[in-house]
């Protein structure tokens, strides 16, 4: 871990371009960025699992950009994608700092993610207690998916951290410590008014000049002042559904920090969320069904939990229970839809430990003609504790 800067080695590349690094094993590897894949559905035309192909001294490995995807361990060192050019570009605004056509990010083969220890995952709840939206992931809890965009408009490629819970019940704490550097509808002195005024909002700074942003907060702690120290762990507030919620109840948990060529830029925040919970519970079983899917009547969906995490073990089973009455076994399987409507398809994971745990796939149908008109109810369901 030596040398290693906060949240791992950030590069961001352009096609064909290359990068030596030591990730502290005192052996040095070169990684070249061959390709950048951005293929669009067929049904609402955004990009819904970009990739980039990575060549790590000689060999090649095709990596996920962003979701629900942790690092892949690669020539003795960890390889994640934060984003791609695409996605970046969609937003219309410079929400990511990206230099080049992908962000890679790369860690020691052991160790942790974050620094020398985790972040303090912020909801005081389960994993996955609801519905969620992570980095690079096309927003769709408030139906956004649902609509068109019309030229000129940008595509909600979802940036920062939505965890979904129950309003007013769910407790959020400091993830790192840092100093209050903005309380609602104010900031610090020294802190840039780079947004419009809120009342549900707090951003924490921390000593290396990153920023922490709670939003959607339904009450923030009254004890909290601008310019206080808090320390990872401490009470901020109750999640709520308040600001540019989308009107469903959820944190967003954004990170700023300085990206490689200087500029401030969003910083995909899932690997540091997951180490954070499995610090805090090891052990855990966490079945993952997700992103969300979106297809036509008749078009082929596939359905993965490849992406499910057993710390101490293995990963035995995977059974899903779809809502038209199946049950199939498999990670990965394939299923069609004959209607539309809002789908909401269950996988059961089992671990050699005989451990289970249940996870839902939210599966969007729209109709053949993708009319925006006429878009299927959206429900969003939580439970407290």
Same mark, same amino acid.
């Given at each position: 871990?030596?040398?290693?800067?906060?949240?791992?080695?950030?590069?961001?590349?352009?096609?064909?371009?290359?990068?030596?690094?030591?990730?502290?094993?005192?052996?040095?590897?070169?990684?070249?960025?061959?390709?950048?894949?951005?293929?669009?559905?067929?049904?609402?035309?955004?990009?819904?699992?970009?990739?980039?192909?990575?060549?790590?001294?000689?060999?090649?490995?095709?990596?996920?950009?962003?979701?629900?995807?942790?690092?892949?361990?690669?020539?003795?060192?960890?390889?994640?994608?934060?984003?791609?050019?695409?996605?970046?570009?969609?937003?219309?605004?410079?929400?990511?700092?990206?230099?080049?056509?992908?962000?890679?990010?790369?860690?020691?083969?052991?160790?942790?993610?974050?620094?020398?220890?985790?972040?303090?995952?912020?909801?005081?709840?389960?994993?996955?207690?609801?519905?969620?939206?992570?980095?690079?992931?096309?927003?769709?809890?408030?139906?956004?998916?649902?609509?068109?965009?019309?030229?000129?408009?940008?595509?909600?490629?979802?940036?920062?951290?939505?965890?979904?819970?129950?309003?007013? $019940?769910? /407790?959020?704490?400091? &993830?790192?410590? !840092?100093?209050? #550097? @903005? +309380?609602?509808?104010?900031?610090?002195?020294?802190?840039?008014?780079?947004?419009?005024?809120?009342?549900?909002?707090?951003?924490?700074?921390?000593?290396?000049?990153?920023?922490?942003?709670?939003?959607?907060?339904?009450?923030?702690?009254?004890?909290?002042?601008?310019?206080?120290?808090?320390?990872?762990?401490?009470?901020?507030?109750?999640?709520?559904?308040?600001?540019?919620?989308?009107?469903?109840?959820?944190?967003?948990?954004?990170?700023?920090?300085?990206?490689?060529?200087?500029?401030?830029?969003?910083?995909?925040?899932?690997?540091?969320?997951?180490?954070?919970?499995?610090?805090?519970?090891?052990?855990?079983?966490?079945?993952? $069904?997700? /992103?969300?899917?979106? &297809?036509?009547? !008749?078009?082929? #969906? @596939? +359905?993965?939990?490849?992406?499910?995490?057993?710390?101490?073990?293995?990963?035995?089973?995977?059974?899903?229970?779809?809502?038209?009455?199946?049950?199939?076994?498999?990670?990965?399987?394939?299923?069609?839809?004959?209607?539309?409507?809002?789908?909401?398809?269950?996988?059961?994971?089992?671990?050699?430990?005989?451990?289970?745990?249940?996870?839902?796939?939210?599966?969007?149908?729209?109709?053949?003609?993708?009319?925006?008109?006429?878009?299927?109810?959206?429900?969003?369901?939580?439970?407290?504790?």
């Amino acid at each position: 871990m030596a040398g290693m800067p906060q949240g791992g080695w950030v590069f961001d590349l352009s096609l064909g371009q290359s990068v030596r690094l030591d990730p502290g094993d005192g052996r040095e590897r070169t990684l070249v960025l061959r390709e950048v894949r951005e293929a669009k559905d067929a049904v609402r035309g955004v990009i819904r699992e970009p990739s980039v192909v990575l060549e790590i001294d000689g060999g090649t490995v095709e990596i996920q950009a962003g979701l629900y995807n942790l690092p892949v361990a690669v020539a003795g060192m960890r390889v994640d994608c934060a984003v791609t050019r695409g996605v970046a570009e969609a937003l219309l605004r410079d929400v990511h700092g990206l230099a080049g056509d992908a962000r890679i990010r790369c860690w020691p083969a052991t160790g942790f993610l974050f620094g020398p220890k985790p972040i303090v995952y912020p909801a005081r709840q389960r994993w996955f207690a609801s519905m969620t939206q992570l980095g690079n992931e096309r927003t769709y809890v408030d139906a956004g998916e649902m609509v068109l965009n019309p030229p000129g408009k940008a595509v909600y490629y979802h940036y920062g951290t939505d965890l979904g819970g129950y309003d007013k $019940a769910v /407790p959020i704490v400091a &993830a790192v410590p !840092g100093r209050v #550097v @903005r +309380l609602g509808k104010l900031w610090a002195a020294d802190e840039t008014e780079d947004e419009y005024p809120r009342d549900d909002v707090v951003r924490i700074r921390d000593e290396h000049g990153w920023r922490y942003r709670y939003s959607h907060l339904d009450m923030i702690n009254p004890k909290l002042r601008i310019d206080d120290r808090v320390e990872a762990g401490d009470f901020i507030g109750f999640l709520g559904q308040k600001g540019a919620s989308g009107g469903w109840s959820h944190l967003h948990f954004g990170i700023r920090a300085p990206q490689p060529d200087g500029r401030p830029g969003q910083v995909n925040a899932y690997p540091f969320f997951a180490e954070a919970y499995l610090h805090e519970n090891p052990g855990s079983l966490l079945a993952c $069904a997700r /992103p969300h899917q979106v &297809a036509a009547v !008749g078009e082929t #969906v @596939r +359905l993965d939990a490849g992406n499910s995490i057993c710390d101490g073990g293995v990963i035995r089973d995977y059974v899903w229970t779809l809502q038209n009455g199946a049950s199939r076994r498999g990670r990965t399987i394939e299923t069609v839809y004959e209607r539309e409507g809002m789908y909401s398809e269950m996988v059961t994971v089992t671990d050699d430990r005989g451990r289970t745990d249940v996870d839902f796939c939210v599966v969007q149908i729209v109709p053949p003609d993708a009319d925006p008109a006429r878009t299927p109810p959206a429900m969003h369901l939580t439970y407290y504790p």
